[in-house]
């Protein structure tokens, strides 16, 4: 049985409070893409020997997500891929209107669960990336019989999705926050 874990990366070491209209939200977007990962965070064990079974440990180019993957592989190579990123999360247009940042995170989600209900893909570019992404990692879980793959909430989401629609086998996961993990089983091709 050939496994891919897609991991979410770490709390991240960008903190906010306050309310925000869209052009703040924008802005705290940026600097949480450029945040790398609280101090004193810790991988949790299970997960940590889990990575350290693996073949491969990938990660996403964002800071956040290379730092949790050094935490939790230290001393392993990852290979880091900017195909694993984040999705382009767009808040709603709401022009000046302020709003506390987790009524920002759940218009957001909406946003991604409505589209996802209605079959309406992410934009041409990210679905070009999603599908290079579901590609490669495809062609590596033929070839590995573990992979771990530190990413991003929403990316995960759809990947997941994508990952089922391929054959593979949601194994365990639904979990949303940093840390969490879902692991995803096919047989091998070689069995």
Do not use: K
Request: hydrophobic residues 45%; glycine residues 8%.
């Amino acid at each position: 049985m050939n496994r891919i874990a897609l991991v979410r990366h770490a709390r991240s070491s960008h903190v906010h409070t306050g309310w925000v209209d869209a052009a703040g939200f924008g802005a705290w977007r940026e600097a949480y893409e450029a945040a790398g990962i609280r101090e004193g965070e810790r991988a949790p064990d299970g997960l940590a020997e889990l990575a350290a079974r693996a073949d491969l440990v990938l990660s996403s180019d964002a800071p956040r997500a290379v730092a949790s993957a050094r935490l939790l592989a230290p001393g392993r190579e990852i290979v880091v891929s900017p195909l694993l990123r984040e999705l382009e999360l767009e808040g709603p247009r709401l022009g000046g209107l302020r709003l506390p940042l987790t009524a920002w995170a759940v218009a957001v989600g909406g946003r991604g669960l409505l589209r996802t209900l209605l079959r309406r893909p992410p934009s041409a570019a990210e679905s070009a990336r999603l599908d290079e992404a579901e590609a490669w990692l495809e062609e590596l879980g033929a070839r590995h019989v573990l992979i771990v793959v530190v990413t991003h909430a929403s990316f995960r989401r759809v990947l997941s999705n994508r990952l089922v629609r391929a054959a593979w086998h949601l194994e365990s996961g639904r979990a949303l926050e940093p840390w969490s993990t879902w692991i995803h089983a096919r047989r091998s091709n070689h069995t």
